[in-house]
């Protein structure tokens, strides 16, 4: 079994921070990729950021420049810098693991972003 647990989400004003973290534990062998995806009310679901293994990084473009994604792979953690947040980045977000041919899903945090 393997658990992921999020934490970090919260209420912030227009053009604030906020950092999200995501631990795995349980039965993990390797993790190739960490993400994180977010979810508006009323919308699907979206890639937000993802990282690979050896630090290779892809960003949604909405959020190029304002995110930053992180690992650490000795704890099996991914953290997610978010800067100048926008009432658009509204969502609950999730983080993700690939362990291959596995994949695994935390059970989201809320991010409310008032204007």
Not at 86 to 112: F, L
Request: a positive charge.
């Amino acid at each position: 079994q393997v658990q992921l647990v999020e934490s970090g989400g919260g209420l912030v004003q227009a053009g604030g921070s906020l950092r999200l973290s995501c631990a795995a534990s349980g039965r993990i062998l390797s993790i190739s990729v960490m993400g994180w995806y977010r979810q508006a009310l009323g919308k699907q679901r979206e890639s937000v950021a993802r990282i690979t293994s050896v630090g290779s990084t892809h960003y949604a473009d909405s959020v190029k420049g304002r995110f930053t994604i992180s690992r650490d792979n000795a704890k099996n953690t991914v953290y997610l810098q978010m800067n100048s947040l926008q009432p658009e980045d509204t969502a609950v977000y999730y983080c993700n693991i690939v362990t291959t041919p596995y994949s695994y899903w935390g059970q989201g945090t809320q991010v409310t972003v008032s204007s």
